[in-house]
Structures are given as C-alpha cells and as structure tokens.
C-alpha cells in the first residue's frame, strides 16, 4: 500500500509510465545528432532520401505500433501494454546499435518506432484513467514533459559523443544504445504498478476496481467518499456502455458523439505536426547549419514543458505562427554564406528557443491530454489509437519532405507553418470545447451537442464542482443506507 499521499502517487504513477515518453522524446533528439555525425556519414554516405526514411521508418513504425495499441489495450490492460511497447522497442534498439548497413538501420528504426506507437498511445490513457479529475490535465502533460525531458538528455548525449568519440563509429552508436536502458527498467517494473480500474470494471472485476481507486485515492479507503463516488460513477458508465455501445471499431464511425471525438483527436494530432515541430527537432542542425552555426553548437538543448485546455491551444497555435514569420525573415535577410550574419545567428537561436517554449505549454502537452479524456471506456483505447496513427502518420511526412524542402525552397517551406499555425487556431476557435476537470464518465455530456460548432457559445465554464457535488451525494446516499441497515 504506498504511504504517499494519494496525488503524489499518482503523480509517481504517472512519471514512471511517462518513460514511455522519454524514449520518444530521446529518439526525436538523438537522431539529429546520429545523423549529423561525421563517421555516420563516412559509414552510411546517406543522400537526402535515404537521410529521411532514417527518421521516417521510426515515425512509419510509430504508426503502425500506435494503431495495434488500441487493440492490445482492450485486451491484455494498460499496463501489459506498456510492457509489449517496451520490449519491442528493446529489440528495434538492438539492431540500430548493431547496423552494418543503412537497411539493417532501417529496419532497427522501424521496429523501435513499433513499440514507440504502442506506448504513445497507451501511457497518456493509462495516466487519465488513473488521475483525479483535478490534476488530470497535469499527469496526461508528463507525457510532454517526458518527450521534452528525453529530448534533453539526448541532445547532451549526442552533442558529447560528436566532441568526444569522433574517431569511431561510438560517435553514433553509443547514444542509440543508451537509449535501451531506460526500456529495461519501464518493461521490469510495470506491473508494480496498479492496473487502469476503468479497464477492471470494463472486463467485470468489480472487486479490485474498488480496492485499486482506493490505493490511487484514498491510501486503501475503500469507504471514502471520492472512492465511493468514483467507482459508483465508473460502475453506472460501464454498464451503459455495454447496453448501448459496440465493442469495435465501428462504433468511433457509427455514433456521431464518438465520430465527433474522433474527428477533433485526429485534428489535434495532425495539427500538431503541422506545427512545424518535427521539422525543427529531426533537422535541427541541418537548419541551423543553413544560417552559418556549426554543428557542435546546435546540439545543445533547451526544455520547457506545461499545460493547458482550449485558449492555451489557441494562442500557442498563434504564437507558434509569429516565431516562423520572424525565422522566415531572419533566413530571408541573412541568407546562407552571408558573411556578417552574427546577429541573425543568435535572433535564429532565440526564435527556436521561443518556438520551444510555446509549443511544449500548449500544443505538445495538448495533444496528449484531449485525446486521452475525451472518449467513453469502451472507445477511449481505439480513439486514442487512431489519433496517434494520425500523428506519426503526419510525422513521417514532414520527417520525408523537409530535407528535400530545405534544400530545394529554404526558408520558403516555413510559409507552410505560418499558414497551418493560423488555420489551427482558426479551427480550435471554432471547433473544440473546453474539457478541463471533468470527470472522465461525464465527457458524453460535452460531446451529445447537434452542433459540432462551439464558437459563441460558454465553453470556458465548466462545471468545476462536478466531482465534489457528485462526492457530496454519493457521501448522503451511503450514510443513509448505513442508517437503514
């Protein structure tokens, strides 16, 4: 029984599962310094297309993993789940480290992003399935701040390894390596961890969803009245999920509440890409190398990671479009080979940093949380499935186009994210209503609407004491029934 105050395990909970995340977000940092390096070049002698299907047979992976996910999630639980992701990545992990060929890396490429897509669609759901409806939207951003966390260490990693083990294939090698250790741990230690009590009810274990939502929420409780609430509300919400709802794909294109959630967790995970983030992170040096800063310089990180709902969406959207239009002029101004390009240089790094900053408030973090709190148990394992396919399926483009893009138009590909910036916002403004601090069973109230339209109307006031008015009846019926008996 953890003896650590109910928030902070889950919270606990919720950064170890983020391992999962920080595998991601290793993968999206490393891979710009693997194949920035000198001896990876001298080795593999990559041309632009075949530079990009190293990133892209990852994504392409991802895809597929993400989409098996859903599958596995319904049957075998959250945590068997992460369990399969990790090995899998293992073993994709082993062969990158191993490559005597680009197809060999290619193919240890594909299968890590296989157990990537497996765990980007399942940790977020795992950790909203388990968090209090207070600090949701807070657990569900550990994915993001996992992503960036990776990213982090990676670009340290690979910054040493490109200054210091320059004379051997190591330079590369070493930092795809380190990447199985954290897979190790997240695969050996799961099941120390409490299964999804929304996956117990769903297959009938009444039993032990009640004593797990005590662990989670009460230090063992099972008479408190949130834990009571909850599983009363869980209870209620699966039954009429059984009575009402088919247990397939589809039901997401049948229903059109489930077909609208559909829609909008896809909108947000493609919007996402088109952002321009996968751009920045894969290519990173390839860019910076465009306005005149070396190589070794690049690799040195910045993290930033927080949370938010609708407006953070909205606004991170058009800030992300102003940091493009001013890298666009920066590039325009400053050109490659420009000899006295100091300045641009530095304004260059700021923009990027800012970018950064931006995204990881609002649409990184975003993309994980909405999609994991929006759907009905019955639904949540498949919906979030096919949004993460959504995702990498739009990652695997940008990771294909942009070299060839860079090369061809320069700063010009940009335009691209200015524009998709902007209609994202546009399409949020209009489209996507507030979600925050709903309990997970009361998410079909916000989506039963006619009108797919939000624009106008109060989507900003929800009912923010939801949870504790349902704690207060649940409290009343029980001490009434005590009476009784």
């Known amino acids: 029984m953890p003896s650590l105050a109910p928030r902070s395990y889950q919270l606990l909970v919720g950064v170890f599962a983020s391992l999962g995340a920080f595998l991601f977000g290793y993968d999206l940092g490393v891979i710009a310094a693997v194949v920035a390096s000198e001896t990876f070049r001298s080795q593999f002698d990559p041309n632009t297309s075949e530079e990009g299907l190293v990133v892209s047979m990852f994504t392409a992976g991802a895809f ?37 060929n680009i197809h060999f890396l290619w193919t240890g490429r594909f299968i890590s992003g296989l157990g990537v897509g497996v765990l980007c669609m399942i940790v977020p759901l795992y950790q909203a399935e388990l968090a209090h409806p207070h600090i949701r939207g807070r657990i569900t951003a550990l994915q993001q701040l996992m992503i960036g966390v990776g990213a982090f260490v990676a670009t340290w990693v690979g910054w040493a390894c490109f200054v210091d083990l320059g004379s051997s294939s190591a330079q590369w090698r070493v930092p795809l390596a380190i990447q199985n250790v954290p897979a190790v ?31 989670l929420h009460a230090n063992g409780n099972v008479e408190d009245a949130f834990v009571m609430a909850e599983y009363d509300e869980i209870r209620n919400s699966i039954q009429y999920e059984h009575q009402h709802a088919a247990k397939s794909y589809k039901e997401l294109f049948k229903s059109r509440s489930a077909f609208r959630r559909l829609f909008l967790c896809c909108a947000i995970q493609a919007s996402v ?23 070794d310089d690049t690799l040195k990180p910045v993290l930033c990671c927080r949370t938010g709902r609708r407006w953070p969406l909205i606004g991170g959207n058009l800030f992300n479009s102003v940091t493009f239009i001013i890298a666009s002029i920066l590039l325009a101004l400053f050109p490659p080979g420009s000899s006295s390009n100091l300045s641009a240089q530095w304004g260059f790094i700021v923009i990027t940093w800012l970018y950064n900053f931006s995204f990881s408030s609002t649409c990184g973090p975003l993309s994980w949380i909405i999609p994991a709190e929006v759907f009905d148990t019955n639904t949540r394992a498949k ?37 998709c910036n902007v209609t994202n916002a546009l399409f949020f403004w209009v489209f996507l209503p507030e979600t925050a601090r709903r309990p997970l069973e009361q998410m079909n109230e916000i989506f039963s609407s006619k009108s797919w339209i939000v624009l106008g109307k109060n989507t900003s006031s929800v009912a923010r004491n939801d949870v504790e008015s349902h704690v207060d009846k649940t409290e009343v019926t029980h001490e009434a029934e005590k009476r009784e008996n």
Do not use: C
């Open 64 to 100: 597929f993993g993400a989409g098996a996910g859903g599958t596995l999630g319904d049957r075998i639980g959250r945590r068997g789940t992460i369990v399969v992701g990790a090995v899998v990545f293992l073993l994709g992990g082993g062969l990158q480290t191993g490559a005597r």
């Open 185 to 215: 741990f997240l695969a050996a230690l799961t099941y120390l961890f409490p299964e999804s009590p929304r996956w117990l009810a769903d297959k009938g274990k009444d039993e032990e969803t009640l004593h797990t939502l005590a662990r």
């Open 273 to 295: 890409q088109m952002t321009g983030v996968s751009a920045i992170q894969y290519y990173s040096p390839t860019i910076f190398k465009q306005i005149g800063i070396a190589t």
């Open 383 to 419: 919906g979030v499935s096919i949004a993460t396919m959504a995702s990498f399926a739009f990652n695997t483009m940008i990771g294909q186009v942009t070299p060839k893009a860079m090369e061809s138009i320069g700063y010009r590909f940009y335009f691209l994210f200015v524009v």
